[in-house]
């Protein structure tokens, strides 16, 4: 909640859910509890950075959309 700064209800599984879409979209992230780890490569190119920020997007805001 953006306005509470309370996290989103354990049973909805928010970390889960956004971790399985990163995977469909070929990133793999780590769920820990109610967050998300991202741990690239050391050495990592600019379109891949781009590809990670873009599933995390995508997986979140399907996510939120799937809650309305």
Do not use: H, W
């Amino acid at each position: 909640d953006k306005v509470t700064k309370q996290p989103l209800p354990a049973y909805e599984k928010a970390s889960e859910v956004i971790f399985q879409g990163c995977v469909a979209r070929g990133v793999i992230v780590r769920p820990v509890g109610n967050r998300l780890i991202v741990s690239p490569p050391l050495i990592v190119t600019e379109a891949e950075c781009d590809t990670i920020v873009s599933a995390l997007s995508e997986s979140i805001a399907a996510f939120m959309a799937s809650r309305a």
